[in-house]
C-alpha cells in the first residue's frame, strides 16, 4: 500500500490543522490505519486509528483531535483542533493489510507563536 500525507504546517497556538493519507487501494481492503507522530529526540507514538467500527487516541489528544475516513476517496483525516506546542512533531500515516504495515511519508506540524 502506498500513502500519501499532505496538510502539515505552522500554526499558532489554538489553532487549527487537517491531515490527510491517501491510500494507493481501497481503505475497505484495510484492516486500520492509523496517525502517528514523532517529536524531536522522542519515540514515534500512536496518535489515532481507525477501523471499520471503530475509533481510538491517545490520551493526549482526546477531545481535540479526531480521525475519519472517506472510503470514496480511500482517505484517512485527521482533524486537529486547540492545538499546543507539544503537538509539534512528524505525523505519519500508517496502514495495516494483510500482516503487511505501510508507512506514508512524514507531514511536519509546528505549533508556535
Known amino acids: 500500500v502506498q500513502l500519501q500525507a499532505s496538510g502539515g504546517g505552522l500554526v499558532q497556538p489554538g489553532g487549527t490543522l487537517r491531515l490527510s493519507c491517501a491510500a494507493s487501494?481501497?481503505?475497505?481492503?484495510?484492516?486500520?490505519m492509523a496517525w502517528y507522530r514523532e517529536a524531536p529526540g522522542k519515540q514515534r507514538e500512536l496518535v489515532a486509528s481507525?477501523?471499520?467500527?471503530?475509533?481510538n487516541y491517545a490520551d493526549s489528544v482526546k477531545g481535540r483531535f479526531t480521525i475519519s475516513r472517506d472510503n470514496a476517496k480511500n482517505t484517512v483525516y485527521l482533524a486537529m483542533n486547540s492545538l499546543k506546542p507539544e503537538d509539534t512533531a512528524v505525523y505519519y500515516c500508517?496502514?495495516?493489510?494483510?500482516?503487511?504495515?505501510?508507512w506514508g511519508q512524514g507531514t511536519q506540524v509546528t505549533v508556535s507563536s
Open positions: 481507525i477501523t471499520s467500527d471503530r475509533t
Open positions: 500508517n496502514a495495516q493489510r494483510r500482516g503487511i504495515s505501510s
Open positions: 487501494v481501497s481503505i475497505f481492503s484495510i484492516n486500520a
